[in-house]
T-cell receptor, first 114, second 114 residues
């Protein structure tokens, strides 16, 4: 079965600084990878996804992620964060056929310092 | 284009009761998935419906069930509610079955069991 690890439960970043959120997955074949963001009391919004092809994926709100097969990682980055980026971020993996749906990491809570 | 609509937004039920949650997917989307989100267990996959048939199922007891109608709307039912069923229940819609098509989430139904 697949799994996702987000090593950082909380991350604090100053407004305007760069951001990197880590995600490691475990799956035997090529995975389908996603990053979602959740604001308090809200559902999940898709930031970006990777299925195949170019390993650097561009998403919404200025986010990007890089798939590294050798490291089983799919880290999310943003060059300059805004106060509105404060939220919970989830990395997820899906498998061909979707037998187990999406498997999510536990999430990383992003705090933005003024 | 309207997003994924979940009703109701909030529910309070008593232990032992049953509850039905509703999800209307994005127009044209034929797949609906359900997830449970709790602080302790995080986001967990319940089941996925496509063309009125349950295609995939997560590791939840039989008290959790669902169905999908011919217009792709879906309902989820939980019988004999337990305190541990208190959670945010999220619905996700997709054009077709499986992760390659991506998932759009609704804002969720917050269920509190007392």
């Amino acid at each position: 079965a697949q799994s996702v690890t987000q090593p950082d439960i909380h991350i604090t970043v100053s407004e305007g600084a760069s951001l990197e959120l880590r995600c490691n997955y475990s799956y035997g074949a090529t995975p389908y990878l996603f990053w979602y963001v959740q604001s308090p009391g809200q559902g999940l919004q898709l930031l970006l996804k990777y299925f195949s092809g170019d390993t650097l994926v561009q998403g919404i709100k200025g986010f990007e992620a890089e798939f590294k097969r050798s490291q089983s990682s799919f880290n999310l980055r943003k060059p300059s964060v805004h106060w509105s980026d404060a939220a919970e971020y989830f990395c997820a993996v899906g498998t061909r056929g979707g037998a187990d749906g999406l498997t999510f990491g536990k999430g990383t809570h992003l705090i933005i310092q003024p | 284009k309207a997003g994924v609509t979940q009703t109701p937004r909030y529910l309070i039920k008593t232990r032992g009761q049953q509850v039905t949650l509703s999800c209307s997917p994005i127009s044209g989307h034929r797949s609906v998935s359900w997830y449970q989100q709790t602080p302790g267990q995080g986001l967990q996959f319940l089941f996925e419906y496509f063309s009125e048939t349950q295609r995939n199922k997560g590791n939840f007891p039989g008290r959790f069930s669902g169905r999908q109608f011919s217009n792709s709307r879906s309902e989820m039912n939980v019988s004999t509610l337990e305190l541990g069923d208190s959670a945010l229940y999220l619905c996700a819609s997709s054009p077709r079955q499986g992760p390659p098509y991506g998932y759009t989430f609704g804002s969720g139904t917050r269920l509190t069991v007392v």
